[in-house]
């Protein structure tokens, strides 16, 4: 379009070179003063039909590439329908197979069938658990697939990692498929066991056949009135390679379309088959229309010009004036009745004001064009905007002459109307000085704004008490509602954190597991009431002993764990362990009932990026039983030789429970 536009000025500009070279000619029947209004509305003429012809040529590429932009978005629709209704046929598979980790071949191929009876572009549809393609539907021609690993296949292995990485579907293609051929691999990552442990199975890997995907989506049709290109291989958008069309197209400033895919998109660039034209098809015959309409212009100015050169060249300027006095206030009547502005005029002697019907309706008044005075106005503004309106109008009258204000008018029907109004103070010879200017409505922009505002106000309003609401939410989830402590959810995603590599950063991991002692029995005689008081007790202990960097949870009716970060000496949880038994002695007071409980400690502690945090919490487990055995009240810490003889005593406990079943013991 701007070519266009620049290709019209420049011809436009050459005609009109032409047009003054032609005037200063030394042909005496142009240089006459009654030939010269033929000569320039001949220019206009030549001027306006190259600004028509080339704004016909505009709109004709306009509407090209609405047409070319139409065909795009059919095609945009056919490929994001056809892909999407194949990604939701194999959703169910993916469900099942969540449910079914240990699903055989034949089980595979009877609900893969099933996604094939319905119409789709599916070329084939695989199962990989960790990342090894072992099943495979159809089986028959695809054999070379089975065994594929992802993560060996360069030209595979990305889209399958970011796949696992983000839990999400990820389209990749096209790309060369090792049973031959080319395809659109969509993968599902699939997850087993519940919500709260989910473990990656593997992928569902379901491939789109490139050429019936194409076909379906009109791509191929040997009607297609454009050529289209497509880019963003791998679900890349724009930054993508281009996979598909004639590179030149890319050049041809082609119109485009973004297509939608799970976690990614596409783009479309397409012009017509034939390429875009830069001459209208009908160009010629509105240059002959112009050329027409030029003569029936030019011709009788030029003949009218001539005859009455002579008997009317002293009323030439007069009539000029009053043509341009009748063109102009024409234009500014259609401007005020378009624009809707009412115009006004006060003779600041004598207070007469002058309204337009449209000023008188803004008012309230009668469209009567009956006279009126300056206390009409003061009289219709609102009581709040009364003192300022009054003082600005003042202002401008007296001091800057320039009058501008917006106000508020209350009709006499009750109805409120807001004014903008604008002026100017001016003297006639002769004359009394006056001020006149225009006001115009500005009611409904105003009513837009406060309510626009007010709209904010409610959405803003509603965001932070979703966001209350889920910060809320979170925390009771991952939170002890008596202690206020984190939970053992929130401990299992705190150990979950600390197992990633270098989350140590070589540091020593030692945990704590406490136990309360003689809790039930003052849970028996003094009721839930009395033990919630001691549990909430214990948290508070708890929490004074520990580092700020340290984390505290309870995990169970009157278990808790501290985790903690130490250097190579263990003493640290030893002395903290010491602290928390010393200060668990101490009597409580509950209702003039003395209570008195202890705690029995288990330590277990790794060092560096070796460390299993949840088997740490096992050792912590055992060090804590070997407390109790121990006669309570203390602490041990976690060893092999105490899980080996842990190990021992449910060996020989179970060879004694085996030897009762066979009675291989006598009285």
């Keep these: 379009m701007v070519v266009h536009l620049v290709l019209g000025i420049s011809k436009g500009r050459r005609i009109l070179n032409w047009f003054r070279r032609l005037a200063s000619a030394p042909w005496h029947f142009i240089r006459r003063p009654s030939s010269l209004p033929a000569v320039l509305a001949l220019a206009v003429v030549v001027v306006a039909g190259v600004f028509a012809d080339q704004q016909n040529n505009v709109l004709y590429q306009q509407s090209v590439r609405s047409a070319v932009q139409s065909e795009l978005s059919i095609i945009r629709a056919k490929l994001e329908g056809n892909i999407t209704s194949n990604m939701q046929l194999v959703q169910g598979l993916v469900a099942t197979i969540s449910t079914e980790p240990d699903m055989p071949q034949e089980r595979f191929s009877q609900l893969a069938d099933n996604l094939f009876n319905k119409t789709s572009e599916l070329r084939n549809v695989a199962g990989a658990p960790d990342l090894v393609v072992k099943l495979m539907y159809p089986l028959k021609g695809n054999e070379q697939a089975i065994g594929l690993d992802y993560r060996k296949n360069a030209s595979q292995r990305e889209a399958a990692l970011r796949a696992q990485q983000t839990g999400r579907i990820v389209l990749a293609g096209p790309v060369n498929l090792v049973q031959g051929g080319e395809g659109i691999i969509g993968r599902f990552p699939v997850f087993v066991g519940e919500s709260g442990s989910k473990e990656f199975w593997g992928l569902i890997s379901a491939v789109i056949d490139v050429q019936r995907l194409y076909k379906d989506s009109g791509l191929l049709a040997p009607d297609l009135p454009i050529a289209v290109a497509i880019r963003g291989k791998d679900g890349l958008g724009p930054d993508g390679a281009q996979f ?27 012009v017509p088959r034939e390429g875009w034209r830069e001459t209208a098809p ?7 229309m112009i050329a027409v309409l030029g003569g029936l212009v030019v011709v009788p100015i030029f003949i009218s010009g001539r005859l009455a050169e002579e008997r009317l060249a002293h009323l030439r300027a007069l009539r000029g004036s009053e043509s341009e ?14 624009s809707r502005i009412g115009i006004w005029e006060n003779d600041l002697s004598t207070g007469d004001l002058f309204w337009d019907d449209r000023f008188n309706a803004i008012f309230g008044k009668p469209q009567d064009g009956g006279p009126r005075h300056y206390q009409d106005w003061e009289d219709a503004l609102h009581p709040e905007d009364l003192e300022r309106a009054v003082e600005e109008f003042r202002v401008a009258v007296e001091e800057t002459g ?44 105003v009513e837009l704004n406060l309510s626009l505002k007010e709209a904010s106000r ?47 950063r070589g540091q020593r991991l030692a945990l704590l597991h406490i136990d309360l002692d003689r809790f039930k029995q003052i849970n028996d005689t003094l009721g839930h009431a009395a033990g919630d008081a001691m549990l909430v007790h214990a948290s508070d202990v708890l929490k004074s002993n ?22 190579e000496d263990d003493t640290v949880a030893g002395d903290l362990a010491s602290r928390v038994i010393e200060r668990m002695r101490q009597p409580v007071i509950y209702e003039g009932h003395e209570c008195r409980f202890g ?67 006598e009285p």
């Design 325 to 338: 006095l009748r063109r102009m206030s024409r234009r500014l009547k259609m401007a005020l009745q378009t």
């Design 282 to 288: 009908s160009a010629w015959g509105l240059r002959l």
């Design 546 to 567: 520990v580092r700020p960097e340290d984390f505290v949870a309870r995990i169970g009716g009157d278990e808790f764990v501290i985790v903690c970060l130490v250097d």
């Design 599 to 665: 705690v029995s400690v288990g330590i277990a502690s790794g060092r560096g990026d070796q460390v299993d945090a949840k088997k740490l919490l096992v050792d912590a487990d055992i060090a804590l039983y070997r407390a109790k055995s121990r006669g309570r009240n203390r602490f041990e810490y976690f060893s092999e030789a105490l899980q080996a003889e842990v190990i021992q005593t449910k060996r020989v406990a179970d060879q004694i429970l085996q030897g009762l079943d066979r009675g291989e013991f």
């Design 402 to 445: 320039s009058y501008h204000s917006e106000y508020r008018v209350l009709n006499a029907d009750g109805e409120v109307r807001y004014v903008r109004a604008i002026g100017m103070v001016y003297t006639d010879p002769g004359s009394t000085p006056k001020i006149a200017g225009v006001n115009w409505d500005v009611t409904a922009d």
């Design 244 to 270: 598909y069309g004639p590179d030149w197209i890319i050049a041809d400033a082609p119109v485009t379309a973004p297509v939608t895919l799970p976690n990614g998109s596409w783009e479309l660039l397409a």
């Design 458 to 504: 409610l959405t803003e309003a509603r965001n932070s008490a979703l966001a209350e609401a889920k910060a809320r939410i979170e925390h009771n989830a991952l939170h002890d509602s008596l202690t206020g402590l984190p939970n053992r959810r929130y401990l299992d995603r705190f150990l979950k954190d600390l197992a990633r590599p270098d989350a140590l």
